[in-house]
């Protein structure tokens, strides 16, 4: 059985189905060409946004280190000190052997020896816990000196920063890429934070100048 319905109903039925398709599309493009506007609006906001001009610096620090004169005038001063200890090291080593031949020259069993053999005893504990004291002591001058300077770094860093108006001072590191090994070659690359910077935004030249201006003014007239 056929169903009687008019064409024209079959029509209008189609017609309102198209209708309402084509609405559906025009306000589904609407909302996407709005959101794409604005999206837009977004991007170019945040290209002008005062975020994207950030100052920006990069110190090399190993040369800080190298070209600050104060770091030269402390490894002079701690080599001096080395030496000091290795001469009165090397003086008790004398010493014990001096006296080590002259026991060798003694009647075994004799008071002499044994008075001696006992001196030799207690001067080579002496020694040795002197050369104990003696590195114990260069590591920690070596330590303390390290960390002042990289205090007194550091800070002038952060005044350069605050007077000059840096939102970001990075440090960059120049590794030697020549290794023994894989491990050691990772590591190094590994440590290499700073891959690019151009000439602009390195600071190490300023920090430096001011470290030693600022050594030289404190050691004026001494």
Same mark, same amino acid.
């Given at each position: 059985?056929?169903?009687?319905?008019?064409?024209?109903?079959?029509?209008?039925?189609?017609?309102? *189905?198209?209708?309402?398709?084509?609405?559906?599309?025009?306000?589904?493009? /609407?909302?996407?060409?709005?959101?794409?506007?604005?999206?837009?609006?977004?991007?170019?906001?945040?290209?002008?946004?005062?975020?994207?001009?950030?100052?920006?610096?990069?110190?090399?620090?190993?040369?800080?280190?190298?070209?600050?004169?104060?770091?030269?005038?402390?490894?002079? #001063?701690?080599?001096?000190?080395?030496?000091? /200890?290795?001469?009165?090291?090397?003086?008790?080593?004398?010493?014990?052997?001096?006296? @080590?031949?002259?026991?060798?020259?003694?009647?075994?069993?004799?008071?002499?020896?044994? *008075?001696?053999?006992?001196?030799?005893?207690?001067?080579?504990?002496?020694?040795?816990?002197?050369? @104990?004291?003696?590195?114990?002591?260069?590591?920690?001058?070596? @330590?303390?000196?390290?960390?002042?300077?990289?205090?007194?770094?550091?800070?002038?860093?952060?005044?350069?920063?605050?007077?000059?108006?840096?939102?970001?001072?990075?440090?960059?590191?120049?590794?030697?890429? #020549?290794?023994?090994?894989?491990?050691?070659? #990772?590591?190094?690359?590994?440590?290499?934070?700073?891959? /690019?910077?151009?000439?602009?935004?390195?600071?190490?030249?300023?920090?430096?100048?001011?470290?030693?201006?600022?050594?030289?003014?404190?050691?004026?007239?001494?």
């Amino acid at each position: 059985m056929k169903l009687n319905i008019p064409f024209y109903k079959i029509y209008k039925k189609r017609r309102a *189905k198209s209708l309402t398709f084509m609405v559906t599309t025009f306000a589904c493009l /609407y909302v996407f060409l709005f959101l794409l506007q604005t999206i837009q609006g977004k991007d170019q906001n945040a290209i002008a946004s005062p975020s994207q001009n950030i100052k920006i610096g990069v110190i090399d620090l190993n040369a800080v280190f190298e070209k600050y004169e104060k770091r030269k005038t402390l490894d002079a #001063q701690l080599k001096e000190q080395e030496k000091h /200890y290795q001469k009165i090291i090397n003086d008790k080593k004398k010493e014990l052997v001096n006296l @080590k031949e002259k026991i060798q020259l003694l009647d075994l069993g004799s008071e002499a020896r044994i *008075k001696n053999e006992e001196a030799f005893e207690k001067k080579n504990i002496e020694l040795e816990s002197y050369a @104990k004291y003696a590195e114990k002591s260069l590591v920690k001058k070596y @330590k303390d000196y390290f960390e002042n300077l990289y205090s007194e770094v550091c800070r002038e860093v952060e005044n350069i920063g605050k007077r000059e108006n840096y939102d970001l001072i990075i440090k960059k590191e120049e590794p030697e890429l #020549q290794s023994g090994g894989i491990s050691e070659l #990772q590591f190094k690359v590994g440590i290499k934070t700073v891959l /690019y910077n151009s000439e602009g935004v390195d600071i190490t030249s300023k920090v430096v100048a001011a470290l030693n201006k600022n050594y030289a003014e404190a050691n004026k007239g001494k």
